[in-house]
């Protein structure tokens, strides 16, 4: 008895499909039949036990007529919207299989260029509230990652980071230029420069141009670093003062210059 019924229900399932297909190829067949007819016509649908009555005029109808026929009722709807997605790929914007169409798209593709521009404005489901992935190079994911706390595994992780010097806590040697100001006024081991200097009040090691010669100081000191406007950055900007004694560290035995090109890099 339970295996009849089965294929009781599995025939009813695929008569409610059929009958559905020809409901949507009857009124597309309708809507066809006007475009090429001048004549006034009634037309009838049946849909299972179901009828559709038409009293259709060429100079009146429109597709969107049809279309409310289609969507007026939830049944005649879902089928609807079944037989568009299966045969023509057109689905309902909140249908959630959508997703998986949306997922074969190619990265050049309009649509994923919208949407990556929903989700660069976090804007509609992209909107912050709902997600907390962020753009890397976002100003704003400092503010997340203060948020997270000192046990956080993530801010764990880049402790880890910069005590190794590795990622953004990796140091490079940044172009500076040494000098040995009149009356050799700087102390051994000490170094002065503009307070805007990134070096400024912290243990550097210096080099020469080579990367041969270094020697270790503390940028203590400041001197005047005049400039036009406030947006526009001193010419010594990237000078530090070092004493007599660390230029020979870089220069050797040659003559002390009046700037020494070189490097330097956090100690």
């Given at each position: 008895?339970?295996?009849?019924?089965?294929?009781?229900?599995?025939?009813?399932?695929?008569?409610?499909?059929?009958?559905?297909?020809?409901?949507?190829?009857?009124?597309?067949?309708?809507?066809?039949?006007?475009?090429?007819?001048?004549?006034?016509?009634?037309?009838?649908?049946?849909?299972?036990?179901?009828?559709?009555?038409?009293?259709?005029?060429?100079?009146?109808?429109?597709?969107?007529?049809?279309?409310?026929?289609?969507?007026?009722?939830?049944?005649?709807?879902?089928?609807?919207?079944?037989?568009?997605?299966?045969?023509?790929?057109?689905?309902?914007?909140?249908?959630?299989?959508?997703?998986?169409?949306?997922?074969?798209?190619?990265?050049?593709?309009?649509?994923?260029?919208?949407?990556r521009e929903l989700l660069s404005d976090l804007q509609g489901p992209f909107h912050r509230k709902y997600h907390k992935f962020y753009n890397i190079e976002d100003k704003s994911i400092i503010d997340a990652?203060?948020?997270?706390?000192?046990?956080?595994?993530?801010?764990?992780?880049?402790?880890?980071?910069?005590?190794?010097?590795?990622?953004?806590?990796?140091?490079?040697?940044?172009?500076?230029?040494?000098?040995?100001?009149?009356?050799?006024?700087?102390?051994?081991?000490?170094?002065?420069?503009?307070?805007?200097?990134?070096?400024?009040?912290?243990?550097?090691?210096?080099?020469?141009?080579?990367?041969?010669?270094?020697?270790?100081?503390?940028?203590?000191?400041?001197?005047?670093?005049?400039?036009?406007?406030?947006?526009?950055?001193?010419?010594?900007?990237?000078?530090?003062?070092?004493?007599?004694?660390?230029?020979?560290?870089?220069?050797?035995?040659?003559?002390?210059?009046?700037?020494?090109?070189?490097?330097?890099?956090?100690?």
């Open positions: 008895m339970g295996m009849n019924n089965k294929k009781f229900l599995n025939r009813g399932n695929t008569n409610a499909t059929i009958i559905a297909v020809i409901a949507v190829l009857g009124l597309l067949a309708v809507l066809a039949y006007t475009f090429y007819s001048n004549s006034k016509t009634k037309i009838t649908v049946n849909v299972g036990d179901n009828s559709i009555d038409m009293e259709l005029d060429n100079s009146q109808l429109k597709a969107v007529e049809i279309l409310n026929l289609l969507f007026n009722e939830q049944n005649r709807k879902r089928e609807t919207q079944a037989l568009l997605k299966e045969f023509h790929n057109v689905y309902y914007a909140y249908d959630p299989l959508i997703t998986e169409e949306l997922a074969k798209l190619k990265g050049d593709e309009d649509v994923a260029q919208k949407l990652i203060e948020k997270l706390g000192y046990d956080h595994q993530v801010s764990s992780a880049l402790r880890d980071l910069m005590v190794h010097a590795k990622g953004p806590f990796k140091e490079i040697a940044k172009p500076m230029r040494f000098s040995v100001p009149g009356g050799n006024r700087i102390q051994v081991g000490k170094g002065a420069s503009c307070r805007s200097n990134p070096y400024f009040r912290r243990t550097v090691k210096i080099f020469d141009q080579t990367k041969t010669r270094m020697a270790d100081i503390i940028v203590e000191q400041s001197f005047d670093c005049p400039v036009s406007n406030d947006t526009e950055e001193s010419e010594l900007i990237d000078l530090i003062q070092i004493s007599f004694q660390d230029m020979k560290k870089l220069v050797g035995d040659a003559a002390i210059p009046k700037f020494e090109p070189g490097f330097a890099k956090f100690e």
